[in-house]
C-alpha cells in the first residue's frame, strides 16, 4: 500500500474521535489526536490545559473590530498553531497515518495521497451521543455542542479562512448515524484500500 495521510475534522458528538481510533485498527497505522496537544505543551514548556484552551477559544467579532492587530491571546494561539503545523508535517512525511482536527486538512490538503474526511451527524443523534458515550445529560450535551461547534469554527476559519465543513476542501463527507462508529471506520477503510492499494 502506498503512503498516505487520512484527516478527520467532525462536529462535536459524532463520533469522530471513535472513528478515527478504529479506523486505526482496520488499516493498521497511528492516528492522532490528543498526542499532538500534549507534544506542543512539551515543546512550548506550557500545561496541557493551557494549549487545550488557546485551541478552544472562539474569538468574538467584536473583539476583533476593537483589537484589530490582535492581543496577546492571539499570539499564544498564533504560536501554538505554528508548532502544531510542524508536528502534524513532520507526522505525515513519517508514515502513514490518520489525523484528528487542528486544520490538519488545511496543513496537509495539497500533500500527495491526502484524503480529508468531514464527520457528521444529525443533531439528536449527536446529543444521544454525548449523553450515552460521555455521560453528560441532555442540557449539558446541548451547550457543549454549542460551544465546542463554535470555537472549532471559528478556530479552523481563523487559520484556514473557511469552515471544516466546506465541501469545496473535502473528499469525504459522511454521516456517522448511517453506520455507526465500526461501520464508518469500515467504509472509509475501503476508500482507503481503492485509493492506495490493498496491501
Known amino acids: 500500500m502506498e503512503k498516505f495521510t487520512i484527516t478527520i475534522a467532525r462536529e462535536f458528538g459524532s463520533m469522530g474521535g471513535p472513528i478515527a481510533r478504529e479506523l486505526s485498527k482496520e488499516l493498521g497505522v497511528k492516528f492522532y ?3 499532538i496537544v500534549e507534544e506542543v505543551a512539551k515543546k512550548l514548556n506550557l500545561p496541557v490545559s493551557t494549549v487545550s484552551d488557546e485551541e478552544e477559544k472562539s474569538k468574538h467579532l467584536l473583539i476583533s473590530h476593537m483589537f484589530p492587530l490582535g492581543t496577546d491571546e492571539d499570539y499564544m494561539q498564533d504560536i501554538i498553531f505554528d508548532v502544531q503545523k510542524d508536528i502534524i508535517l513532520d507526522l505525515a512525511k513519517a508514515s502513514s497515518c490518520i489525523i484528528v482536527g487542528r486544520c490538519s486538512n488545511y496543513i496537509l490538503e495539497n500533500k500527495k495521497n ?5 464527520i457528521y451527524a444529525p443533531y439528536p ?3 444521544e451521543n454525548c449523553v450515552n458515550s460521555l455521560g453528560m ?3 449539558e450535551a446541548k451547550k457543549m455542542i454549542q460551544s465546542v461547534d463554535k470555537a472549532r ?3 479552523h476559519k481563523k487559520y484556514s479562512g473557511y ?3 466546506d465541501p469545496e476542501h473535502m473528499n469525504l463527507m459522511i454521516d456517522s448515524s448511517l453506520l455507526g ?4 471506520a469500515k467504509l472509509i ?3 482507503v484500500h481503492q485509493l492506495y492499494g490493498n496491501d
Open 181 to 184: 462508529v465500526t461501520g464508518t
Open 189 to 191: 477503510a475501503g476508500v
Open 125 to 127: 443523534k449527536r446529543v
Open 137 to 139: 445529560t441532555a442540557a
Open 114 to 118: 491526502n484524503m480529508n474526511i468531514f
Open 153 to 155: 469554527n471559528a478556530y
Open 33 to 35: 489526536d490528543r498526542d
Open 163 to 165: 469552515l471544516p465543513n
